[in-house]
């Protein structure tokens, strides 16, 4: 077995999580939309990552701080606008955990789900565009997903959200 930390969301001050890369794509709002009503629906919580990607700045560090700080500020208005939409969603009673992380996509998304062990879903929205179903769809389906630390929900972007309601 490889080196994986068991999930403990049925040990006493341990609840499943369902985590949502959150970032301004369209797909995103779906996959949100989605762990929302199965948190609800499950009595569990939703766990926003927004990852940070990093650019390379060579020996300007100050330039590389302000990027930094820039993109904390992006994170902070991403989870205030699907807060929003939560609300107007009617899941304002709905646990949340908002998690900034910097560095490669796909490494923060797994270290993130090693660190938690209560994270026992990842929900990611495909998208409908003529380039593929979107970078983590792609990651996932690439680097394996039968290798993957815990399951993954894939919410087609096809999907209304009424029908994704249905599904939930």
């Known amino acids: 077995m490889p080196d994986r930390k068991l999930r403990r969301v049925h040990e006493e001050g341990h609840c499943t999580k369902f985590m949502v890369v959150v970032d301004d794509s369209p797909e995103c709002e779906s996959a949100v939309y989605f762990s929302a009503h199965r948190a609800r629906n499950t009595n569990s919580q939703l766990v926003m990552l927004y990852v940070s990607e990093p650019e390379e700045f060579g020996h300007w560090l100050r330039v590389e701080e302000i990027h930094r700080e820039e993109n904390e500020k992006t994170a902070a208005a991403v989870f205030r606008l699907y807060r929003h939409k939560l609300n107007n969603w009617g899941f304002e009673n709905i646990e949340i955990t ?16 090693d660190d938690d062990v209560d994270i026992s879903f990842l929900v990611l929205g495909a998208s409908t565009s003529n380039e593929g179903p979107g970078q983590l769809v792609s990651w996932v389906a690439g680097q394996g997903a039968g290798t993957f630390p815990i399951p993954i929900v894939i919410i087609p972007g096809t999907l209304e959200l009424a029908e994704i309601e249905a599904l939930a």
Do not use: P
């Not at 908002?98 to 789900?113: F, M, N």
């Open 98 to 113: 908002e998690v900034v992380r910097h560095g490669d996509k796909s490494e923060e998304i797994l270290a993130t789900i």
